[in-house]
């Protein structure tokens, strides 16, 4: 079954601490993006890269990290400079920039 | 930012057609208009997009103003599976996509 997974689907952490949330895709798609979605909100985009070793910030980078070493992997890191990380983050990949994305199930991120 | 516009929710009853409108009116030339939809925490799924002529697929069909000002997604006949939050995008440097607030579609049997 080809598609995007991310894990794990809850993670809970404490303030102060980093966190890495795992995205992978076996679609062979070049593009890979990262969102973050507030409670009845739309999603806002935090990192996309274009291709393996490349990536570019979004709206909201300020506080996140990410790397892609793999092309089917985009790791998003949450430091503990982000000031309001709970929310719900969802990694979304595409054939290239120009269409469509696909989306993977998120993963809700609470941290107190 | 490119902006788009929608009604917070929309009714629709089983097996009846929806029109679900949006307004973009400061869309450039090159903005794709997109149509993505979202249950509740699930990620959004791809539903149509298009850039001046109205585009069919086997979920929806697209209609697009002739000033691209506002756009329309058509489901022709809606089921209790259609219920979802649908989002109008624009896609203003290929492949960026923002996101505004969306219809939450409602289907009554």
């Known amino acids: 079954d080809g598609g995007i997974t991310q894990s794990p689907k809850y993670l809970f952490r404490k303030e102060g601490q980093n966190v890495t949330l795992s995205c992978e895709q076996n679609?062979?798609?070049?593009?890979m993006y990262w969102y973050r979605q507030d409670p009845g909100q739309g999603l806002r985009l935090i990192y996309y890269s274009q291709i393996v070793n490349d990536f570019q910030k979004g709206d909201i980078a300020e506080g996140y990290s990410v790397s892609r070493e793999k092309k089917e992997s985009f790791p998003l890191t949450v430091t503990s400079a982000q000031k309001n990380p709970t929310a719900f983050y969802l990694c979304?990949?595409?054939?290239?920039?120009?269409?469509?994305?696909?989306f993977g199930p998120g993963t809700r991120l609470t941290v107190t | 930012d490119a902006k788009t516009t929608q009604p917070n929710s929309m009714e629709s009853n089983e097996e009846e057609p929806v029109h679900l409108p949006c307004n973009h009116s400061t869309i450039s030339g090159t903005d794709y208009i997109h149509w993505y939809r979202q249950l509740p925490s699930q990620g959004p799924e791809y539903v149509i997009h298009g850039l001046t002529s109205n585009v069919n697929n086997r979920m929806a069909s697209l209609a697009i103003a002739e000033d691209r000002k506002s756009s329309t997604l058509i489901l022709h006949r809606a089921t209790l599976r259609d219920a979802a939050v649908y989002y109008c995008i624009l896609d203003i440097q290929g492949g960026k996509l923002i996101f505004g607030q969306g219809t939450e579609l409602s289907v009554k049997p």
């Open positions: 979304a990949s595409s054939i290239d920039r120009e269409l469509e994305q696909y």
């Open positions: 679609l062979n798609h070049d593009a």
